[in-house]
């Protein structure tokens, strides 16, 4: 299968295009306007570009990963964001209609927004209580993925991935950036670990196993469906850094930085992947101390 990947040359695109090769699929990278080849360079808010080279690559299927995704980001700038992650979905699913591509829209579980801690874990009929921008452009993509599915029968399936962590992540999200700030301790740097939130719990994956389900709902996810992506298992911030303390081995000093902090924190978020595991025979492979020695073997290279 031929399959088109949007935001290709971010955190998570390098890893599905060696799981989708894997799988015995071409792979298609797609790019941001300024990226450098072999991606393709294109704008998601130039509706006549994304068409044309969608058109160009002639794709069976296309995975949408492309998108603004730092929430903090979203509160400064939330028209930006609304723009590219909604407005620039739909320019994705037009392109996909006029060739017939299958489409895997990528949400986020932050769609979900503040739940009752009874709740967890979530499933797929959870309301959706979106408490950022970032959160209500999701909302607004997967509207218009479903809405292009009923309306024009186009071939769409939604993933609502929960937390995601790996080699290679941006150092602006938690996990990347406490194992920067540790290796440069172990390096020589002072011992002094800045941290925001240090209680809010959340449902860590490893970004290779996210990869893996993104390759089986394009081949078995339902039309018109939702999928949790998700280990079940809410996991304390503070632990995440315990666990990355001791795998680094140096004396820190933990410090509050208030401009780590995020007014609208989820204070848990964990959810339930029963569909997906029933309907595509996903498992994880990849434990939370794996992918932590992983990312902070990477941060210390």
């Not at 632990?239 to 902090?261: F, G």
């Amino acid at each position: 299968m031929r399959v088109v990947v949007t935001g290709a040359t971010g955190f998570v695109g390098g890893h599905l295009l060696a799981a989708l090769r894997a799988a015995g699929h071409e792979p298609v990278a797609l790019g941001g306007p300024h990226d450098p080849p072999p991606a393709i360079a294109v704008d998601l808010l130039d509706s006549a570009a994304v068409r044309d080279v969608v058109a160009g690559a002639a794709p069976d299927a296309i995975v949408h990963l492309a998108g603004q995704a730092f929430v903090p980001l979203s509160v400064v700038d939330p028209l930006g964001t609304l723009a590219v992650n909604a407005t620039g979905t739909a320019h994705v699913l037009e392109a996909a209609r006029a060739v017939r591509a299958r489409v895997l829209v990528v949400s986020s579980a932050e769609v979900y927004g503040i739940q009752r801690p009874e709740r967890m874990p979530l499933d797929e009929t959870a309301v959706l209580r979106p408490g950022n921008a970032y959160a209500a452009s999701k909302v607004a993509a997967e509207t218009y993925a479903l809405a292009w599915h009923r309306s024009y029968g186009l071939d769409v399936v939604v993933a609502r991935p929960f937390n995601h962590i790996g080699p290679g992540q941006d150092e602006r999200f938690v996990v990347a950036s406490f194992a920067r700030q540790l290796a440069d301790i172990a390096g020589g740097a002072p011992p002094l670990l800045r941290v925001g939130n240090l209680e809010a719990q959340r449902d860590f994956l490893d970004v290779r196993d996210v990869a893996a389900a993104y390759v089986l709902l394009l081949a078995n996810g339902r039309a018109g469906e939702v999928y949790n992506i998700c280990s079940g298992r809410p996991v304390a911030i503070r632990e995440v850094l315990r666990q990355l303390i001791t795998i680094a081995r140096v004396p820190v000093e933990i410090r509050d930085d208030p401009e780590r902090m995020r007014s609208s924190d989820l204070p848990i978020l964990s959810g339930d992947a029963t569909k997906l595991r029933a309907e595509t025979g996903w498992e994880p492979q990849y434990s939370l101390a794996a992918s932590l020695r992983d990312i902070y073997e990477a941060a210390s290279s």
